[in-house]
């Protein structure tokens, strides 16, 4: 790009050192540009030596003779200075409050804060415990990994270490030193101090810092002593806009840093926010996925047209890579990702994760892992083909017998002792108790998925490895179980594969960060959403923010401020500009970013050449829209029926139909299976029949004989007993994990049992004929192929007192005391009535064995216990031979109904069925 940042500042330096740059050290804020600065070089003819590049952190390592420790190896050491003044603390609790404290020491050092004037100020706040409780500077919500349950303990152990604050800082600098080891910020001061102290053996004859925004102290210093011997050159990139205009945050740390330093080079600053041409496009589109379709879109349409000479997608949020790389068009590939593949989004890592749930969950008492765990690992695709007949037993079986917490003996499928059984499934499903035996889990596991997942995750996995065995080898008295989980996962978050095309003039993929210096005449930038951009994330210090602001350390403005920077930085040069956000904001996300609204209002009005264009993508997600479905019934339809009828029709079948006979199709011809899930939570359905086996167990060998009052109060006694036995009955070994996840659940079940019985105590005395009855009928019926219609259902009870007998339905669930009117011709059976239609139904069906009898169906719904017995029929609640005839034909209509050729087969009116329909994802509802 001829109009580049790197392009003016390379054919200022070739002309400033006369095209000798053999002995220049170049310092740029990251590592990024360096390629983008040698292609200029090339293309400007440069034929020389190159000159030695740097990250501005790699700089200050190689200046100052000690290259920084990772932030693990800081800590642990810290910690063991901590040790000496509370040695009762453990890590694991330490390792949040230590992290902070060494970014405050970094902080303090990088900015050059004289650390005995601020700690002299610290330690000068009067009254701290006050100061801590009432205006809440360092409120506990700054601490999220801490789980504030105790505020007295919090505050004791925030009080004791402001108590060690200062001796620390200098007991830790000076271990550091005697070590030959320091943290990034004692190195950037190290230099800084030698350099004003003249003691710098300066090994180049130029340094040149390219493109730095928010500097610190420190980084000041040194530049500055540079510039003074003339060994310096310092390029800024900025723009006139917001350069010149005070108002505009993101140019405020450069306008600063003018003011401060003095004697640099001639700086000419671009214009092109004030007189470039530009089309910027505002683009708002649902969720991460929507704004990946979105982009998809734009980029077709760009790259199909005219192919951009450079472009970049710049990632504001990490989390949308993954979205992205799948919506990107073949138009627009190949695309390089700027620093390889984030290791958190490999599939090796997911692999990790899966595992890291099975550890946690895992029951040592009873040597089982949580089903939901198991599955997870069985399903994941580096392992669910090593071992396919093995991977499907287990499932099956978890599946089948209902286990939610499996032991080892089950998973592998032998006897411990005995070498048989998966290899697989002992590799990965193995107790793993300590720190040791965890971290040669992990290794083994990624020697066997390593095989399978991409070759460019394995190098960084086998570098988190070794320095894992090193934590474990020289610090492992100190670190327990879930601080390496814990540790494990903080490398991979920091970890990248490596980049396997980095040609500049493809597609590029880019952080905000990364960005610093490059320029691109097509930007994608995405989500452009407040709290993202900017950044909502609050300082985590010790240090208040009186003195932060009194010792020049950085402030949450500040860090906005920065945000502003690399937004308009990026916009400067840019052509054609393409700002997605997240349109939806009603799951508690955050509205477009303050910039685009910015940008609407002072851009156009300051430069008349840039065009903005806003436009919304509406798209379907997740799933293709939904589509009527209508089916004609052929002739297996019928013969479905028929087979059906042969084991006997019951009144839930007749009722499905109605309900919808789209479902009622999919399960009961089509033969779709309603896959069950793991009984962990009970739902409606486990609810009715652990309530109908509680009853009909309090009745147990009480058939025929008369119910009074006492015997219901005897039966009361042991309801938590009979209770027991249900569960026993139903659940087996799996009953005490059912028991606590649903014991608030199970509890109502025995409160409305109970109500049921308070019920039958104003019922009573009356006699007990049977419970859970089976009844059935071959009803004549000579239509639609049809001889008889083979009938059945089962009775909840059935009681008899003063001559009438009462047919006994028990529901659990929401119960209209709506009639089914069966002398109405046009009546019909919806899921309003369908209660009081097959309660009727079971009426019929006794009365056909016992036609003498007085009957009264009724029903007892329990969310209404208070109620009492429902009557189901008309008048006076009786239903004799001649309502059961009146019945029986309007029944047969109703089957002539469900098996008439011309009427189609469809979905419900009714949404709300939809939800919890197993076959939803067919219908797209």
């Known amino acids: 790009m001829e109009d580049s940042f790197i392009h003016f500042v390379t054919k200022d330096i070739l002309k400033r050192l006369k095209g000798n740059l053999d002995n220049s050290a170049v310092i740029f804020p990251n590592q990024k540009p360096e390629q983008y600065f040698l292609k200029e070089l090339k293309s400007e003819g440069y034929k020389g030596k190159p000159p030695q590049i740097f990250s501005i952190e790699k700089f200050i390592d190689s200046h100052s003779g000690t290259d920084s420790e990772n932030s693990i190896d800081l800590l642990i050491i810290l910690f063991k200075l901590y040790l000496e003044h509370y040695p009762e603390a453990e890590f694991d609790s330490y390792y949040s409050w230590g992290s902070m404290m060494l970014s405050d020491f970094d902080e303090i050092d990088r900015y050059m804060a004289d650390p005995v004037s601020l700690f002299k100020n610290l330690s000068a706040v009067k009254d701290l415990e006050k100061y801590f409780l009432q205006e809440q500077t360092l409120p506990f919500e700054m601490l999220p990994e801490l789980s504030p349950e105790d505020e007295q303990y919090l505050t004791k152990r925030f009080l004791e270490n402001w108590e060690v604050y200062e001796k620390l800082y200098f007991e830790f600098k000076k271990e550091l030193s005697a070590q030959n080891k320091a943290y990034t910020g004692m190195n950037f001061r190290k230099l800084a101090e030698t350099l004003q102290n003249g003691a710098f053996g300066l090994a180049f004859n130029k340094y040149i810092f390219i493109g730095f925004n928010a500097i610190s102290k420190s980084e000041e210093i040194i530049i500055q002593k540079l510039i003074d011997l003339d060994k310096a050159l310092i390029y800024w990139d900025a723009d006139n806009y917001f350069i010149d205009n005070d108002r505009e945050g993101s140019g405020y740390f450069i306008r600063r840093s003018l003011q401060n330093l003095h004697g640099y080079n001639e700086q000419v600053f671009g214009n092109q926010l004030l007189t470039g041409s530009k089309d910027i496009h505002i683009i708002g589109a649902p969720l991460r996925v929507g704004q990946s379709k979105a982009l998809a879109i734009e980029l077709k349409k760009l790259f199909s047209i005219n192919k951009p000479g450079n472009a970049c997608i710049v990632l504001a949020d990490e989390n949308m890579l993954s979205p992205v790389l799948y919506a990107i068009p073949g138009e627009a590939e190949p695309v390089n990702l700027s620093s390889g593949y984030p290791l958190k989004f490999s599939s090796l890592y997911s692999l990790f994760q899966c595992l890291t749930n099975l550890i946690n969950n895992y029951r040592e008492e009873s040597h089982s892992f949580y089903y939901k765990d198991v599955l997870a690992v069985l399903s994941h695709p580096l392992i669910r083909n090593q071992d396919e007949d093995e991977m499907k037993r287990l499932s099956d079986k978890i599946q089948n017998d209902q286990l939610i917490f499996i032991s080892q003996d089950e998973i592998w499928g032998e006897n411990l002792e005995e070498e048989t059984g998966s290899d697989i499934l002992k590799l990965y499903f193995k107790e793993v108790l300590n720190l040791e035996s965890l971290h040669q889990y992990f290794y083994d596991v990624y020697l066997n998925a390593g095989k399978k997942s991409e070759q460019s995750e394995n190098e960084p996995f086998a570098l988190i490895f070794d320095e894992m065995f090193s934590l474990l080898k020289y610090h492992g008295q100190i670190v327990k179980l879930k601080m390496y989980l814990r540790i494990f996962k903080e490398k991979v978050n920091k970890a990248s594969s490596n980049g396997k095309d980095q040609n500049t003039d493809n597609l590029q993929i880019m952080g905000m960060l990364e960005t610093r210096t490059l320029d691109f005449e097509t930007v994608f930038m995405l989500p452009v959403n407040e709290g993202i951009i900017p950044e909502n994330k609050r300082n985590r210090s010790y240090i208040p923010y009186d003195i932060r602001r009194n010792f020049s350390l950085p402030m949450q403005d500040e860090q906005e401020n920065i945000y502003a920077y690399n937004f308009y930085r990026l916009l400067q040069r840019a052509k054609n500009i393409y700002l997605v956000y997240d349109s939806e904001t009603s799951d508690g996300g955050d509205e477009e970013s303050r910039y685009i609204r910015q940008i609407e209002y002072y851009l156009p009005s300051a430069n008349p050449n840039i065009k903005i264009q806003r436009r919304y993508y509406g798209l379907p997600l997740g799933k293709n829209p939904s589509k009527e479905i209508t089916i004609r019934k052929e002739k297996l339809f019928n013969d479905v029926l028929m087979a059906r009828n042969e084991s006997g029709l019951s009144p839930s079948l007749f009722s499905s139909y109605f309900i919808c006979s789209l479902q009622f199709y999919f399960k009961n011809v089509l033969k779709i299976p309603e896959k069950e899930s793991i009984v962990e939570e009970l739902e409606a359905k486990h609810f009715g029949t652990l309530f109908h086996d509680l009853m009909d167990r309090i009745y147990d060998g009480l058939k025929g004989k008369l119910i009074d009052k006492d015997v219901i109060n005897k039966r009361r006694r042991g309801l938590t007993i009979a209770l027991d036995k249900v569960l026993t009955h139903q659940y087996g070994k799996q009953k005490e994990s059912v028991v606590l996840k649903n014991n608030i659940l199970i509890e109502t079940v025995k409160i409305l049992a109970d109500k049921a019985l308070d019920a039958d105590m104003n019922y009573a005395p009356f006699k007990l004929i049977d419970t859970e009855v089976l009844a059935s009928w071959q009803m004549p019926y000579f239509e639609d192929g049809f001889e008889t219609i083979h009938l059945k259902g089962i009775i909840d009870r059935i009681d008899e007192k003063d001559g009438v007998t009462r047919i006994v339905d028990y529901k659990t669930g929401s119960v209209k005391t709506y009639h089914f009117n069966y002398t109405e011709p046009e009546e019909i059976l919806y899921k309003d009535n369908k209660e009081a239609?097959?309660?009727?139904?079971?009426?019929?069906?006794?009365?056909?064995?016992?036609?003498?009898?007085?009957?009264?169906?009724?029903?007892?719904?329990?969310?209404?216990?208070?109620?009492?017995?429902?009557?189901?029929?008309?008048?006076?609640?009786?239903?004799?031979?001649?309502?059961?005839?009146?019945?029986?034909?309007k029944l047969k209509s109703i089957i002539h109904t469900i098996l008439d050729p011309d009427l189609s087969i469809g979905q419900t009116e009714d949404l709300n069925i939809c939800k919890m329909c197993s076959y939803k994802n067919i219908c797209m509802r």
């Open 837 to 889: 239609f097959q309660t009727l139904f079971y009426g019929m069906l006794y009365l056909k064995k016992n036609p003498d009898a007085r009957l009264k169906p009724t029903i007892l719904p329990l969310r209404e216990v208070i109620k009492g017995y429902v009557d189901v029929n008309a008048r006076d609640g009786l239903f004799g031979s001649n309502e059961s005839v009146v019945f029986e034909n």
